[in-house]
């Protein structure tokens, strides 16, 4: 940007000097027309004065002729310095040349240093797109004038898995990756695209990736989705069932794939003949009803649609949540139930630790390992039976 308005600042110095030259040039000339016509008028009114003493009879022929001679002599000297006026037509073709270039080079800078790429773009995103089509060559758009944007790349992935196009998809999101470095979410996405695009088989590539999202993230729900997808089409439908169970916890009430995840679930229990029965929320071994508040102080400083965990975790153990639920700001306060049907994973459920803790959290970014408001209540037994009251009241550290 620096080197446009040097660029302009030249170009307007020039277009300047085409002004204010000529302008100098004639008030030059002027002056030395003035002079001149001076140096004349003086000439002629010595002239007149020599005649009449001639004509008085005070100067002969002789003397007027000598003193007309001196006279010319020193209007000459007088003249001798003045330039004669300069003809030519380089006045003027070179203001209309200089109209012509200067507006000329202004675009040339402009189409180099400028943005009307993204100008245009920008005024295309004003107007709705009519097709998917449409929305995936403008995103292609975008990318080609940023090449350097994650955001546009990970746009332009999903818009190639809308139009079922996961190799294209592949490829963008391995762009993105590139960009923005490894976030759990993009490495999900990348995984999803590259296993469509190997017609649904597995691979140590697919194992890594959602593997590292998952450490990074344990929640992370496209690595989630897909585990329980491959693992339903390999018919290891137990495995499915536990990873689609972590994924439904982390949906929103009234979210609308909660119904076709847990028809995903329910065909997987099918397909086992019923052996999964014991791990319906039912007969679970145990138990821990919750009630959540917001302390009154923080009901300004929260919105409505941020995002609550409660969870319970062990005193004594591991910190990744034993059981989960998911909620919004604008549902407290509510009542929830913790149970082994909750767990996070089948191996760590609440029934297997002696003491557990409640915590409710507030996540804005609806990260469930850190937010901004929190509220955690004291050890209690995990096989506790009277409902526990839990409030948000401090920050998150």
């Known amino acids: 940007m620096i080197e446009f308005w040097l660029s302009a600042g030249l170009l307007l110095l020039a277009a300047l000097s085409f002004l204010l030259i000529p302008i100098l040039r004639g008030r030059r000339r002027q002056q030395e027309e003035d002079r001149t016509a001076l140096n004349v008028a003086l000439y002629q009114e010595r002239v007149a004065e020599l005649a009449a003493q001639q004509a008085a009879g005070v100067l002969d022929e002789v003397q007027m002729t000598k003193g007309r001679d001196e006279a010319a002599r020193e209007l000459l000297a007088d003249t001798e310095g003045a330039e004669a006026p300069r003809q030519g037509h380089l006045g003027k073709a070179l203001p209309l040349l200089a109209a012509v270039l200067v507006p000329l080079m202004a675009l040339g800078l402009y189409l180099h240093f400028g943005a009307a790429d993204k100008v245009a773009l920008t005024q295309e995103f004003a107007e709705a797109p009519k097709s998917m089509e449409e929305m995936t060559t403008r995103l292609e758009r975008v990318v080609q004038a940023q090449p350097d944007s994650a955001e546009a790349m990970y746009f332009l992935g999903r818009a190639y898995m809308a139009e079922q196009r996961p190799a294209d998809a ?228």
Request: proline share 7%.
């Open 170 to 397: 592949a490829r963008t999101f391995e762009r993105a990756v590139a960009l923005a470095g490894r976030q759990p979410e993009l490495l999900g996405q990348w995984a999803q695209a590259l296993y469509f695009a190997a017609d649904k088989q597995w691979s140590p590539q697919l194992q890594a990736l959602t593997d590292e999202a998952l450490k990074a993230d344990p929640n992370e729900v496209t690595s989630l989705g897909l585990r329980g997808i491959a693992a339903f089409e390999g018919e290891r439908y137990q495995e499915a069932i536990d990873y689609w169970k972590r994924l439904l916890a982390q949906l929103p009430e009234g979210d609308a794939s909660r119904d076709a995840l847990q028809g995903g679930i329910d065909r997987a229990v099918e397909r086992l003949g019923g052996a999964v029965a014991e791990a319906s929320p039912a007969p679970a071994a145990a138990r821990l009803k919750v009630r959540v508040e917001l302390a009154a102080a923080l009901k300004d400083k929260v919105k409505p649609d941020d995002t609550v965990f409660i969870f319970a975790r062990a005193s004594n153990g591991p910190p990744m949540p034993l059981a989960a639920k998911r909620v919004t700001v604008a549902q407290l306060p509510i009542e929830v139930e913790l149970s082994d049907a909750d767990a996070m994973m089948p191996q760590m459920k609440l029934s297997q630790f002696a003491e557990v803790q409640l915590v409710a959290r507030v996540s804005r970014a609806g990260q469930p390992t850190h937010g901004e408001w929190i509220g955690q209540g004291a050890p209690l037994p995990s096989a506790t039976q009277a409902t526990q009251r839990l409030t948000i009241d401090s920050p998150d550290q």
